[in-house]
């Protein structure tokens, strides 16, 4: 497929192994992740709030190390920076309060859940 990619008309006779990634990320969609972890608490590391999106661009921050496993998980991040200069966050509200109800979901009915869970449903 990048052989038949080309980002100008003077891009023809370019190698489409030489273009830089963050040239084709002008043609990629805005990006929104939906994060539904009940027990997410919006934090950063010094424990003050933060927001849907900046709980993001954390997550994204390149991990410190070179094992396999972290730069794997790193190319990743980079993937998502470099491709999705426009990125959102948003977290799913928690649908009940105590951890008996979060357990039994599935019997509870809607209309018993939290307002605020019904709404991002709606």
């Given at each position: ?19 830089e990634p963050k ?6 969609p ?19 709030s ?21 730069v794997?998980?790193n ?9 999705f ?5 948003l ?6 309060d105590?951890?008996?109800?979060l357990?039994?979901?599935s019997?509870?009915?809607?209309t ?11």
């Amino acid at each position: 497929m990048t052989n038949r990619i080309r980002l100008s008309n003077e891009d023809k006779h370019r190698n489409p192994d030489e273009v830089e990634p963050k040239e084709f990320a002008q043609f990629f969609p805005d990006i929104t992740l939906l994060v539904r972890d009940f027990c997410l608490q919006l934090v950063d590391k010094d424990n003050k709030s933060i927001t849907p999106d900046q709980y993001l661009e954390n997550a994204l921050v390149d991990l410190p190390g070179r094992s396999t496993a972290i730069v794997e998980k790193n190319r990743i991040r980079s993937a998502i920076r470099l491709n999705f200069p426009k990125r959102s966050c948003l977290v799913m509200p928690r649908p009940a309060d105590g951890g008996e109800e979060l357990w039994r979901l599935s019997e509870i009915p809607l209309t018993e859940l939290k307002i605020e869970f019904q709404r991002a449903l709606a």
